[in-house]
Every structure is written in C-alpha cells, then in structure tokens.
C-alpha cells in the first residue's frame, strides 16, 4: 500500500521545530527547519511526491537501489532525491530519507541555532 500524504504530513511535523508552508501554491507543501527547506511534498498532482535533501555518494545510491527515488524534482540533482509514491518502496526507506535530510539542513545551521533545537532522535 503506498504511503499517504497524511502519513508523510504527520511524520515530517514530528520533526523539532518543523515549519510548514506553502511558498509554491497549494498544491506543494514545504517544510523548513529555521527557515531552510529539508522536505517538498506535491499534493496535487497526478504522480505524489515527496523531495528530500541528501548526501550526493547515497543520493545516487537510493537510485540505484530503488526505482520510486529519483533525481530531485526542480532541485540541485545532486544533492536532493524525488520520491515518487506511486511507485512501490519501503515506508522505512522513506523515513530514513526524511531523517536524513532533516539532520543535514540541521547540520547545517549555526552551533547556536542548532543547540536550541530539540533532538530528533526517535522521529
């Protein structure tokens, strides 16, 4: 069964101090973390997606190993993968993906900044 977009909702709020917002359109949802996209979910539209940040080397990996994971949709191709829903994959697949895109915007952020968010551990 593919994942929902209430799924993928809930599981990308969970994340510490996720912000949704809707800069596109109503139709794309983007959640940021202090202001820097980590996620893009397409709504409405024939084939559901949802775009993750990742590491360039796993990036390439995903695709390789998974035929819904692809290189990102309007994004750098580099360094962001486009999961597309219709096609079979592993919900864990795609909750690590979440994570790990989360964590590298996180990453990313000044040491002070990060250190007044939350962990993610669990999410």
Wanted: with cysteine; glycine share 4%; aromatic share 8%.
């Amino acid at each position: 069964m593919p994942l929902s977009m209430a799924q993928l909702h809930a599981r990308l709020q969970a994340f510490p101090s996720a912000e949704l917002e809707y800069p596109f359109g109503p139709e794309v949802a983007v959640y940021k973390l202090r202001g820097k996209i980590f996620a893009m979910l397409a709504e409405g539209e024939a084939a559901p997606r949802v775009t993750l940040k990742c590491d360039p080397v796993l990036a390439e990996a995903l695709r390789r190993e998974h035929p819904a994971v692809r290189p990102g949709y309007h994004t750098n191709k580099r360094h962001w993968n486009t999961v597309y829903l219709e096609t079979p994959i592993s919900k864990q697949v795609v909750w690590n993906m979440m994570a790990t895109s989360y964590d590298l915007v996180r990453a990313a952020l000044p040491r002070r900044v990060r250190e007044t968010l939350q962990v993610a551990s669990g999410v």
